[in-house]
């Protein structure tokens, strides 16, 4: 498992690169960006997971300097799109039909709202 406890060890494909971008000879000599692969298969409610992200899912992390932290990144990462996952889907929303005093409230607004704007306008003769 993972220092999360949530992902098994042999779910979890690391590889590592240079980060691109500004940073000079730390970006030029160090291996500090972080690729998770974390094949969705080898955990629990996989159908579930594998149906909504695919069957592998893929994260980067190269914010950081240090590979370590990008690792820490990227695996918060993995584990908060794979707890987003497994959340049930919202309740649909179910169509209603205004109250009667809702109308007559939004009658009486578009009256009021008539009644200012015709004030505005030049007396008709």
Partial sequence: MDSTGLLPERALTWRFSRSSG??????????????LL?????L??????VERLGPVLHVTAS????QLR????????AVAR????RRPDPPSRRARRPSRGAKQRR????????????LRRAPSE
Wanted: charged share 45%.
């Fill in 38 to 42: 974390v094949d969705l298969h080898e």
């Fill in 82 to 85: 794979i707890e987003a996952a």
């Fill in 63 to 66: 914010e950081h300097r240090s």
């Fill in 22 to 35: 500004p940073g000079g000879q730390g970006v030029n000599t160090t291996d500090s960006r972080v690729e």
């Fill in 70 to 77: 990008n690792r820490e990144a990227a695996l918060e990462r």
């Fill in 107 to 118: 009658l009486e607004d578009k009256r009021r709202r008539s009644d200012r704007k015709a």
């Fill in 44 to 49: 629990p409610d996989a159908e579930r997971l």
